[in-house]
């Protein structure tokens, strides 16, 4: 008898059904116990196996194990109980563990699962540990995907249409204690980022255009409105031309000295125009921040702030000859361009 039939991955198997076809070649039973490296014993309950019920009694036969506490379809409705959310369930807050999961399965179903298993169950319905994003509870979702949906297209015709650059601007603050982010490091011997701990920083304006463009205004102390002026006067020479400048309504941009600035200036050089409110996402500057602080400086340490400014120019400068960015920054941000 052949042994091709046995699967390659089950040596048992192999070995039993070898000592069958030696058997039948006229091996003793201490020569195939040798030859394979079994017990006497063990050949000899093989053989009597198989002479008993034929060969195929001699290939494995996998255990079933226990019935699934739960049904395909049980299983299915998991999901939907969990996007109802843990307070629907009496938990308070909204986050989910596997132990109030596991206490979900026994109310709905009469099922008690180790938290253990319940993480496996989870895994095979695509959910995973997350870190919540926060967002604010007023935050109006029809504006924002209206603006999204309708305002952009409609901004970027009349910027195309009246020959205007549109510039995309935020503010954000760089501190001297460093963005950490994880890293490898030898097990049990945690990494180390030195810091200075204080809240010393500088403060930031950036600006981003569909086309690539990257300007930013550096100030080592809070920004205010004579500060969003002179960075408006910088946006109009670095792109040489009228601007629509897209911004949040930042109370540094609704400053009396502000619009008494954009209204000097005319329609004809620079026009403004606001994101809905509580919609920094929407911001592909927001994108920018993100890039520099978790990729391009992170776990920096700075000594000082003069020492932090060369490093924030330099990050700036590698993103801006990273041309594929900017295009992901307004992708993120749900813009098309």
Not at 157 to 181: H, I, K, Q
Request: glycine share 8%; with cysteine; charged share 25%.
């Amino acid at each position: 008898m052949a042994t091709t039939g046995a699967s390659g991955s089950d040596w048992r198997q192999w070995r039993r059904l070898r000592a069958w076809e030696l058997a039948q070649e006229g091996w003793g039973i201490r020569s195939i116990a040798a030859a394979l490296d079994a017990i006497p014993a063990a050949v000899s309950h093989w053989l009597a196996t198989a002479r008993r019920g034929g060969p195929q009694e001699l290939y494995a036969h996998p255990h079933p194990g226990a019935p699934p506490k739960l049904t395909i379809y049980q299983k299915r409705l998991i999901a939907d109980f969990l996007w109802h959310g843990p307070e629907a369930y009496g938990f308070r807050g909204e986050i989910w563990t596997c132990g109030r999961v596991a206490r979900v399965l026994r109310e709905e179903f009469g099922v008690v699962y180790h938290r253990g298993h319940v993480a496996r169950i989870l895994k095979t319905l695509g959910w995973t540990p997350q870190l919540p994003i926060v967002m604010a509870i007023q935050r109006d979702e029809v504006a924002i995907a209206r603006w999204a949906n309708a305002d952009w297209p409609t901004l970027k015709a009349r910027a195309e249409n009246e020959g205007r650059t549109l510039v995309f601007v935020d503010e954000s603050g760089f501190y001297l204690l460093p963005s950490r982010v994880r890293t490898y490091g030898l097990k049990g011997r945690t990494s180390v980022v030195p810091e200075w701990q204080t809240h010393d920083h500088l403060s930031v304006m950036g600006g981003l255009t569909p086309d690539g463009r990257v300007l930013t205004w550096v100030r080592r102390k809070p920004l205010t409105g004579l500060d969003t002026i002179a960075f408006l006067e910088h946006i109009g020479r670095e792109i040489g031309g009228p601007a629509l400048v897209v911004w949040d309504r930042s109370p540094i941009h609704r400053r009396a000295e502000v619009g008494a600035f954009v209204v000097a200036v005319g329609t004809d050089g620079l026009a403004v125009e606001s994101l809905p409110t509580y919609a920094p996402d929407l911001n592909p500057v927001e994108w920018l921040w993100g890039r520099l602080k978790r990729m391009e400086m992170k776990n920096l340490v700075c000594l000082d702030l003069e020492e932090l400014h060369e490093e924030f120019h330099l990050a700036v400068s590698r993103v801006r000859r990273k041309h594929r960015l900017i295009p992901t920054f307004f992708k993120c941000a749900g813009l098309a361009i």
